[in-house]
Structures are given as structure tokens and as C-alpha cells.
């Protein structure tokens, strides 16, 4: 055998370079093995190729259709709010109670603040069938 453990036929298969390779590879999982940590690294790496083989067409639909309505609400947000940051930014007024008021006769302003106060209905109420 030599040096890498390997027999003749398996040493003809590797160049040199990929020897250097593998070895550098063994070096770095050595304090995995001894530790029993890589059993986690497989144990991620199978449960990831199950659930890969357990997906189909509907489930993968289901995860894309999960992901938009998480991504879309947080977008929106996030660009009102960049909208709102700039023009205070670079718009030359005073803020002040009244001017802060005057928003409120906007009505896209009070369908906003309308659909905060339900959105935090709705949180209270699930809230409060959790607890009781």
C-alpha cells in the first residue's frame, strides 16, 4: 500500500496534484471525524437529498407561493420606507404636530394606517386565543 492508502489501481487513478488535494481534504475533516461532527455534515447533507427526492411539482409550488407572499409584503415595506426616509431627506420642511396631522387627511394615508390597526387586531386576537 502506499503512502495515501491506497492500492495500485486506485494510485494510478490520481495525479499528483490530486493527491495533494485529497490530502489537504483529509487534513481539514480529520478534527471533524474525531470530534463526531461530521455525522451532522452527512446527516445535513441526507436530510437535504430526502427532501429533494420527497418534493414534487405541488409542494415545490407551495414553497415558491410561501416565499412571494413573505417576500412581496417585505418589499413593499422596505421601499415605502426608502421613499418616506429620502423625501424627508430632501424636502425643506419643518416638522411639526400640525404638519404630521395634516397626513391624516391624505386618504391613502388613513387606508395605510387603517391596514396597520387591523394587521395589529389581528395579531392581538390570535395572541389572545394562544393564551386562553
Known sequence: MSENNLNPAENRL???EDKVHLQHLLEKARPLLALKRFDNIVDLLSLI???IDIMDNATVEKLSVAFEETLIPVWELSAAYNMAKK???YQDKKYTLGSTFTLLRNPDTLK???ILLRT???IGENNQRIEG
Open 87 to 89: 423625501e424627508s431627506i
Open 49 to 51: 437529498s430526502d427532501s
Open 120 to 122: 395589529v387586531q389581528i
Open 14 to 16: 490520481f495525479s499528483d
Open 112 to 114: 395605510g394606517i387603517s
